[in-house]
């Protein structure tokens, strides 16, 4: 990684640590192709860059997404199941026969 980097820092001129007067030899050593050459990739890089912050956009909203849907559903459905297990057991609740007479055995005098 370093060598190719120190590659391109030799054919762009632009080494800060071998001076001036270096930095214009390899200026005048490269030729105009290479330094195309060097553009093009990193246009290229440039690019590839953006279409993957693209797709790394684009997989955590389709997870954020997918965890929305996954839990609004299961949100629904165990709401549904628990006002539906409410009911019945209050209908049950209320259909047993309750005594509602009041038996005082208390002694009158």
Same mark, same amino acid.
């Given at each position: 990684?370093?060598?190719?980097? =120190? *590659?391109? =820092? &030799? @054919?762009?001129?632009?080494? %800060?640590?071998?001076? /001036? *007067? ?5 200026? %005048?050593?490269?030729?105009? /192709? ?16 953006? &279409?993957?912050? +693209?797709?790394? +956009?684009?997989?955590?909203? $389709?997870?954020? $997404? $997918?965890?929305?849907?996954? !839990? *609004?559903? $299961?949100?629904? +459905?165990? %709401?549904?199941?628990?006002?539906? #297990?409410?009911?019945? /057991?209050? *209908? &049950?609740? @209320?259909?047993?026969?309750? #005594?509602? /007479?009041?038996?005082? %055995? !208390?002694? +009158?005098?």
């Amino acid at each position: 990684m370093t060598d190719c980097s =120190d *590659s391109v =820092d &030799t @054919l762009r001129g632009m080494d %800060n640590s071998r001076g /001036s *007067s270096k930095r214009e030899e390899y200026t %005048n050593e490269v030729d105009d /192709s290479q330094l195309e050459h060097v553009k093009e990739i990193e246009a290229m890089a440039e690019n590839e860059t953006k &279409t993957v912050g +693209f797709w790394k +956009f684009f997989v955590v909203a $389709t997870i954020v $997404t $997918t965890a929305a849907m996954v !839990a *609004s559903g $299961t949100y629904i +459905f165990l %709401n549904n199941e628990n006002e539906s #297990n409410f009911e019945q /057991s209050v *209908s &049950t609740t @209320l259909d047993k026969p309750t #005594n509602t /007479s009041l038996t005082i %055995n !208390a002694p +009158f005098d």
